[in-house]
């Protein structure tokens, strides 16, 4: 989303996020698309870098709908409450820890270990 606004002025950016977002409210897969394009062409006499970008991004975009219905929120929302990699703790581990719980290999250089077993610098 971040990328579609930057690409419109500042005065129309809560009009085109909130024009994007009616995507996601649609109620079923086929309408999804159907919207996307209503929209790409609806601004595309005003924002034709916009467009070119929702052109290319659609299949991406559109992703979620080939998941059942009570997926979706889980899938394109940005609420850590929602958002399935919390349940799991996903941005606590490490990268060492998943290297070396989930292939059981240990990096052969100890400098390479220090660096790895470290973590991300915060």
């Given amino acids: 989303m971040r990328n579609a606004l930057s690409l419109v002025p500042m005065a129309a950016q809560q009009m085109v996020g909130a024009t994007i977002r009616t995507v996601f409210a649609q109620p079923d897969s086929q309408s999804a698309p159907q919207q996307w394009r209503r929209i790409s062409e609806g601004l595309r006499s005003r924002f034709l870098k916009l467009t070119e970008l929702m052109e290319e991004a659609e ?34 581990l490490t990268w060492s820890s998943c290297f070396a719980d989930r292939s059981g290999l240990v990096p052969p250089d100890p400098l390479l270990a220090s660096v790895v077993t470290s973590g991300p610098a915060m």
């Fill in 59 to 92: 299949e991406d975009v559109l992703s979620y709908a080939a998941f059942p219905v009570e997926h979706w929120q889980k899938i394109w929302s940005n609420n850590p409450l929602e958002n399935p990699h919390t349940q799991y703790g996903y941005n606590s």
